[in-house]
């Protein structure tokens, strides 16, 4: 067994990142030998399987709607070297266009081929004609789909018109490490704070205005309340306008280029993890692997009932589901568990418990079983 493993990026700020190394990390768990195609100008970082990694794949768009977009369609087609292995199976990491290359890749060689769908751009290919014509001959003729959620298999068999076998396997997220450098210092907060930590890209789809716009409600009743959003890239002062024109600028730290080192830190001072995404469009919360982080660190979790997040944070059990778009009801659920310890710590153990049982030797179990069983066809 030899999967030739494809992927965007390992680099863990990003969700792809952070899924497709977990991926890889589940397959060395298990010994198995693999090897990992990236872009040539993916970010290079420091992983125990940098020698099962090859930089070869060019860089390519998420979509082929605009004139700059279709002349680098060319890319897609250009040989890909594979000198020096054999894989008996193909999987991308990630949907599209990277599935695309990947079937093209197993076709060519006669070898099964898997892509894993893992949210927004396992949907919005089927609403451009060439994204479409691209991504459908990787969809209907996949040897499996594995999905990051049943709610992204739906949009998917939905958005594409014709319904065919995906599975779905919940990613893990790794358990986090105490590091042994010494505890950070966080001057941006005060001794006081009761911290509500979220984390993601400053863009509409993530919720945080949501947040923010809750925090006054909170605020009134939790006076220390205070939001740290750890956010990779986005418009921070426009965040940042919205936090003074609601009167909370001084309970609002957004920051970025945090190690993991001081994330960790971070998710210990939390007393709640908080991450209410909307769907925009094709644009949705595949899963919300963050909130697995969360549970590693026994965080109550509150999260809204959008795209695959409901699966990610079970209501009354790790977290509290509340709809999307709604900053009262989010109000209310931060104060209840920043009123109520008892019931936060039950949270916060029901969500280790979740994530404990999605873990990556639970993952890597079922991975080697799927590709054992696609091996022996």
């Not at 998710?267 to 769907?279: L, N």
Request: glycine share 8%; charged share 20%.
């Amino acid at each position: 067994m030899h999967p030739l493993l494809i992927a965007y990026s390992i680099d863990p700020v990003s969700g792809y990142g952070t899924m497709a190394d977990c991926h890889c990390r589940a397959l060395l768990e298990k010994n198995i030998p693999f090897t990992l195609l990236l872009p040539r100008s993916a970010k290079r970082v420091a992983v125990p399987y940098a020698s099962n990694i090859r930089y070869i794949l060019p860089l390519l768009p998420f979509t082929f709607n605009s004139f700059y977009d279709v002349a680098r369609l060319p890319l897609l087609y250009a040989p890909i070297s594979l000198a020096g292995i054999s894989p008996t199976i193909v999987h991308s990491l990630v949907d599209f266009p990277y599935a695309s290359l990947g079937f093209r890749i197993a076709r060519k060689r006669h070898l099964p081929f898997i892509f894993s769908a893992v949210g927004t751009y396992s949907v919005a290919p089927f609403g451009n004609w060439i994204d479409k014509r691209l991504f459908m001959p990787a969809y209907m003729n996949a040897t499996r789909i594995l999905a990051i959620s049943y709610f992204t298999a739906q949009a998917m068999q939905e958005a594409a018109g014709y319904s065919r076998s995906v599975d779905v396997l919940y990613s893990p997220a790794a358990e986090p490490k105490r590091p042994v450098s010494p505890l950070p210092t966080f001057p941006e907060l005060p001794v006081s704070a009761r911290v509500i930590l979220s984390i993601g890209p400053l863009k509409e789809r993530k919720g945080m205005d949501i947040l923010i716009r809750a925090l006054p409600h909170v605020l009134k009743v939790v006076p220390a309340a205070h939001i740290v959003i750890v956010a990779a890239y986005g418009d921070v002062q426009k965040y940042d306008a919205l936090a003074r024109s609601c009167g909370v600028s001084g309970h609002l730290s957004i920051m970025d280029a945090v190690t993991t080192e001081k994330l960790f830190f971070l998710f210990e001072r939390s007393e709640v993890f908080a991450m209410t995404p909307r769907r925009i469009g094709d644009e949705f919360e595949g899963y919300g692997l963050v909130y697995t982080e969360a549970g590693w660190h026994a965080k109550p979790v509150i999260a809204s009932r959008s795209g695959g997040a409901p699966e990610a944070v079970i209501d009354g059990k790790t977290g509290i589901l509340v709809p999307e778009n709604d900053e009262l009801k989010t109000a209310r659920a931060l104060i209840a568990v920043l009123q109520d310890g008892a019931y936060a710590a039950r949270l916060g153990r029901g969500g280790y418990d979740l994530a404990l049982s999605r873990c990556i030797a639970a993952y890597a179990g079922a991975v080697v079983r799927l590709y054992g069983s696609q091996g022996n066809k």
